[in-house]
Structure formats: C-alpha cells, structure tokens
C-alpha cells in the first residue's frame, strides 16, 4: 500500500503498473526524451550579438531547472529486471529533462508474446487473481511480493528524480497540479507575449540622430547634475562633520553642565536642610520662650495668699477658705468646730503676714495649730506686775521689724538697764462648745481673752502697714525722680481697732449677741483680707526691683 506524497491518501496502484513488462520498463526509464533545440531563422537577429554571447557564455555552465534525485541500488539482485537497471542508469545521465513518456500498444506488448501464441491464448484463458497477475509465469514460476513492490517503488522514484514533483500523487492532487500549471503557463505565455510585444516596438522604433544628440546632451546635462550633486554632497558631509563635532563638544559641555548643576542642587539641597533644622530650633525655642514667659506672667499674676486664704462672706456670715466666723441663732447656728478651724485658719493668715512683712509683734506670739491655735502672750515679773498688768488695756505697742537691735518677745526686756524676767500665758482661739447658760461666759472669758489678743495683733500690724506707707510716702516726695501720687501713703485698715472693738463693735462673746459677735467677726476677717493684700503687693514690687 502506497500514500500520495501530497496529501497522504492511500493509493490503489492500477494492474498495469504491477503486471509492468521489463520492456516497458526499459521504455520508461532508458528512452532519451532529448528534446529538440527550436531552430528560428529570422531575417535579422532580435538582439545585440554581445547580448548572446553573454548568454551563452553563462547557459554553459548552468545546472539542470529541475530537483535530481540520487537513487540507490536495488536491494536484492533482480535477474528479471536487468535491462530496467541499465536504463535508470542511462536515463539519469542522458535525459535528466524528462518528465514523463507516453507508451503505445506496441510498446507494452512483450516480444516474446508474438512466437508463442498458444502460451498467451492459454494464459488468457486461465483464472487471474483479484489483483490482476496470473497464477503462473511463463517459466512457470510465482513472482515474489517484494519484488514487485520494489520495482514499483523504484519506477516512483525514477519518476520523481526527473520531476520537481514527488510520485506517486492521487488524482484529486493531479487535478489541483495541472490547475497550478496551467495557470502558471498562462502566466508565463502572458509574460512572453509581453516580451515580444515590447521587442517589436523597440525593433519599430529606431532611434534618430536627433534624438541621439538629445538624449546625449540630456546625459551631459544628468552627469553635469550628478558631479554637483555630489561636490554638494561632499560639502555636506564636511558640513555634517563640523556640526558632528561642535554638537560632541556642546554634549560634554552639557554634561559638565548637567554635574554642576547636580553639585549645586545638593549643596542647595544641603543648606536648606541644615537651615530647616536651624528654623525648627528657633521656633522651637520662641515657643517655649512664648510659654515660659506666660507661665512666668501668669505665675506673677498668681497670689499665693489668695490661693492659701479665700477670705468672702457668706450672708451675714464672714468666711475663711469656706469655713464660717460667727454665730447666729437657729436655723443659722455654726458649729464650735467650724468657727474653731475658721480661727486657727486666720491665725495662721496673721502668722504669715507678719513673716512676709518680717514684722515681730510687741508682746505677744502666734501660734497656729488648726483648730487647737493659741496666742501667747508675755508679761514682765516683779513688783510693779500688778500696775503693767493694769496699764496693759491702756498701752498698745507697735509691732517692730527683726533686727539684732530688737530681741526676740522670749527674752527677756530692758529697764533701767536691768534685766527683768518675763512670764508666758497662752490665750485660746477656740472653744470646747456650748455649755448652759451661767457657765457659758466663764468658759468663754479664754476665748475672749485670745480674740481681743488677735484683734490686737491686726491693730499692730496695721499701725507698721501705716506707719511704712508714710514714710515710703515722704522718701517719693523728697525724690523728684520718682513720680509723686497723693494718695499713696494713705493706707490705714479698712475698719478701725480699739481696744476689743472693731468699728465700735466688740469681739467678745461675753455681754454680747450673736448677731454683734458675728459683725464683729466679719470686720476682722475684712481687716486680714486688706493685710493680705498689702502682703501681695509689697511682693511683687519686692520681684520687680529684685528684677
């Protein structure tokens, strides 16, 4: 079984090819099929005579157009077939044009069919097999498969060698082959009758000895043309040289441009880093500049002993961080332990005004202890106790400022420049409570006694507030740099002291309201709030001049 070489359809050999006598063999592959050389006699040669010389100059040593094939040996010896070897062989050197051959009636039968007419009748006669041999040969021998498929296959190669077409193909392959040949000779005559036409119209047209001048003076005037041309394309590339160079010298120009410019934007780059960093540090340090001279302004602003010592009212009620000073009968009654706290509060408001002021009281100490606060009180021992201690509601000594002239109320005083000892007592700022009525004014008389010690202690401490505004007062006057204010040595105590009166009401609970005690009460607390102040102010002008 065999394919087409095309498409690779099996093929159905025809009995001829396999029943091939040796003599149609030979006729195949040993005829010559030389074809004729065409011989044209013309009347006067179609070309120039050089033209052909060349042409066939080159045609001798061309190679054949068609694709040669080299086909082996037969395999097997094959004495059936010796003449179809010989012609393969004379075949491929003598006709390697050949295409195709076309056999006759007379070529196919075989001669030795013509003496021996019984063996054909007879083998005409005979049965044949389906695939179109006899059963017998005339020698009587049975032809063997390979044989023939061999000599089959060799006739295909023969076929193909000579051809630029592979055998066997199928007949639909056939027909698509000769369409494409017959449209490529259709091309081909088209393309030669071209060739003619226009070889008839170059023989027609010869040119004249003017048009050969014309055309001479047109190729003068094309090779004048071209050898400007070309001096201008010569200045051209000279120019093209020039601009060549000078754009190689404006690039590395730009180049070292270009590094420049990256040298230059890192140092900018550097420099405004370095002064973003300087930048943030000064904004950082006008912040805290800005907040620390805040906090500095609004700590000058800030009185501590406003903080410490809230000193207001409430009703009729004078109050000390909260704490009521006063009595009044029910449902306004206060507590002995509030009104206790409100005391030792305004004692120790008394304590540290005199501290800040570095005034000493004139017989007398501050002792604050919360609730539980005292005044202790000195006086002077001997035989004339009894008249000081009588002249004592009449005297009222100013407190003095510490120095190491005036000693200190525990040692012990001059007179005549004796010493004299002096004794202690210590008076009460609170009480224990209520107590029924009879025993509650000699309870109450310690308590009194220490009310009108403390009221006593704001009358010195007023009279030295006093006494050192009238004198900064006279020392401004006496300095006409300084600017004079009238009324700046005029600073007394907003509610006069007498004796255990404040503002002609009487601090003692003995012989005395509630509603009076509680008034009296409130003037002090007032009194201490204007102690207070100048205390403040006395600071902060201490801090300006100190700044």
Not at 41 to 59: A, E, G, I, M, N
Not at 161 to 185: G, V, W
Not at 318 to 324: A, M, P, Q, S, V
């Amino acid at each position: 079984m065999m394919n087409c070489q095309k498409c690779r359809t099996p093929l159905k050999l025809d009995s001829s090819l396999q029943d091939l006598h040796p003599s149609a063999a030979e006729l195949l592959t040993g005829s010559s099929g030389h074809a004729l050389e065409p011989t044209t006699t013309t009347s006067r040669t179609p070309f120039p005579q050089d033209r052909k010389d060349l042409y066939d100059k080159v045609s001798q040593d061309a190679s054949p157009p068609t694709f040669k094939r080299v086909i082996p040996p037969a395999r097997h010896g094959i004495s059936s077939q010796p003449a179809m070897a010989a012609a393969t062989k004379a075949g491929l050197k003598d006709n390697p044009a050949m295409s195709f051959v076309m056999l006759t009636d007379s070529q196919v039968v075989s001669p030795q069919a013509v003496g021996k007419g019984n063996a054909k009748s007879q083998s005409k006669s005979s049965p044949r097999k389906p695939n179109g041999t006899a059963e017998d040969t005339p020698d009587g021998e049975k032809p063997k498969l390979s044989q023939q498929i061999e000599s089959t296959t060799r006739l295909f190669e023969i076929l193909s060698a000579r051809s630029d077409i592979d055998h066997p193909i199928c007949t639909e392959c056939t027909d698509l082959l000769l369409s494409q040949l017959q449209s490529r000779l259709s091309s081909a005559t088209k393309e030669r009758d071209t060739y003619i036409s226009f070889l008839k119209s170059l023989n027609t047209t010869t040119p004249t000895s003017a048009d050969l001048t014309k055309a001479q003076k047109s190729l003068a005037e094309a090779r004048t043309a071209d050898a400007k041309a070309f001096s201008d394309l010569l200045a051209l590339e000279k120019e093209k040289a020039a601009l060549d160079a000078e754009i190689a010298s404006l690039e590395a120009e730009s180049l070292a441009l270009d590094a420049e410019e990256q040298d230059f934007w890192r140092s900018r780059n550097a420099f405004a880093l370095t002064l973003s960093e300087f930048q943030n540090e000064r904004d950082a340090l006008n912040a805290a500049y800005d907040h620390d001279a805040q906090q500095l302004e609004r700590l000058q602003r800030t009185n501590v002993y406003n903080d410490c010592f809230c000193i207001s009212h409430d009703g009729h009620f004078g109050t000390i961080n909260g704490l009521r000073l006063g009595r009044l009968p029910p449902p306004q009654n206060v507590d002995w332990p509030e009104i206790n706290a409100a005391l030792g509060t305004a004692a120790l408001l008394l304590a540290t005004v005199a501290q800040k002021l570095d005034v000493e009281f004139q017989g007398m100490r501050i002792k604050p202890m919360g609730s539980t606060s005292r005044i202790e009180k000195f006086e002077h021992t001997g035989s004339s106790s009894s008249s000081q201690s009588s002249s004592t509601a009449t005297i009222t000594p100013i407190a003095t400022v510490r120095s190491s002239k005036n000693p200190s109320p525990s040692q012990s005083a001059t007179t005549g420049g004796q010493q004299q000892p002096r004794a202690s007592t210590y008076l009460d700022l609170f009480s224990s409570g209520d107590l029924p009525l009879g025993a509650n004014r000699i309870i109450h008389r310690r308590l009194d006694a220490g009310l009108v010690a403390f009221l006593d202690c704001i009358r010195q401490l007023g009279e030295y507030v006093e006494m050192t505004a009238a004198e900064q007062h006279q020392q401004q006057h006496k300095s006409p740099s300084k600017s004079k204010t009238p009324s700046a040595g005029i600073v007394k105590l907003p509610y006069p002291i007498d004796r255990d009166k404040v503002y002609g009401v009487s601090i003692k609970l003995a012989g005395n309201t509630d509603e009076g005690w509680t008034r009296a009460c409130k003037y002090a607390l007032t009194c201490c709030k204007f102690l207070l102040a100048h205390a403040s102010n006395v600071g902060s002008v201490r801090a300006r001049e100190g700044g």
